[in-house]
T-cell receptor
Framework: AQKITQTQPGMFVQEKEAVTLDCTYDTSDPSYGLFWYKQPSSGEMIFLIYQGSYDQQNATEGRYSLNFQKARKSANLVISASQLGDSAMYFCAMREIPAGGTSYGKLTFGQGTILTVHP | NAGVTQTPKFQVLKTGQSMTLQCAQD?????MYWYRQDPGMGLRLIYY???????DKGEVPNGYNVSRLNKREFSLRLESAAPSQTSVYFCASSLVKNIQYFGAGTRLSVL
């Protein structure tokens, strides 16, 4: 079973509008972290936002917010006021924190969603 | 702000040739990682190093070896390249909350 599922291969949004990119995850660990990365056409991976499983509030970073619904195991990325430069591939990823609480943790990535922002 | 630096950016190999991908970070991070990205797929972990002196296999380690040379540097070696190893390779490093910061990637083609 996939641990991270991004069901939208592609999304389109009009400039200045908001868009939600979906991500669901599967884990039995009580402690985990959820991440979103942006990959523009130039290829680099850019960290956007992080949500810990015990965080009480949804994470926000500028125009990015993470709609974290723990019971539904979803961690959707919301981009407000879309800009042309937001056109990119977006990846959701999860870190399962192993028992023993080591400081590292492998990231498991979803397959990504291509976002296209229209002028 | 160098961050994570990968060399080379592009490489073409013939089947059976060997090469080493270099990665260095200047953020004093403890953990470092090597991923590969294939078309239509997310990143898959090849090897990681939780701290200097340790390395562990990830999801797809076959055909690769790694060396954590010191805290800054983590190299990935292909001993005998195969066409199936044609991919984009990313190095990453992390410290707090495992927020991983990535290099620009190496595009490798094996003919």
């Amino acid at each position: 079973a996939q641990k991270i599922t991004q069901t939208q291969p592609g999304m389109f949004v009009q400039e200045k509008e908001a868009v939600t990119l979906d991500c669901t995850y599967d884990t039995s660990d009580p402690s985990y972290g959820l991440f979103w990365y942006k990959q523009p056409s130039s290829g680099e991976m850019i960290f956007l936002i992080y949500q810990g499983s015990y965080d009480q509030q949804n994470a926000t970073e500028g125009r990015y917010s993470l709609n974290f619904q723990k019971a539904r195991k979803s961690a959707n990325l919301v981009i407000s006021a879309s800009q042309l430069g937001d056109s990119a591939m977006y990846f959701c990823a999860m870190r399962e924190i192993p028992a023993g609480g080591t400081s590292y943790g492998k990231l498991t990535f979803g397959q990504g969603t291509i976002l296209t922002v229209h002028p | 702000n160098a961050g994570v630096t990968q060399t080379p950016k592009f490489q073409v190999l013939k089947t059976g040739q060997s090469m080493t991908l270099q990665c260095a970070q200047d953020m004093n991070h403890n953990s470092m990682y090597w991923y590969r990205q294939d078309p239509g797929m997310g990143l898959r972990l090849i090897y990681y190093s939780a701290s200097e002196g340790t390395t562990d296999k990830g999801e797809v380690p076959n055909g690769y070896n790694v060396s954590r040379l010191n805290k800054r540097e983590f190299s990935l070696r292909l001993e005998s390249a195969a066409p199936s190893q044609t991919s984009v390779y990313f190095c990453a490093s992390s410290l707090v909350k495992n927020i991983q910061y990535f290099g620009a990637g190496t595009r490798l083609s094996v003919l």
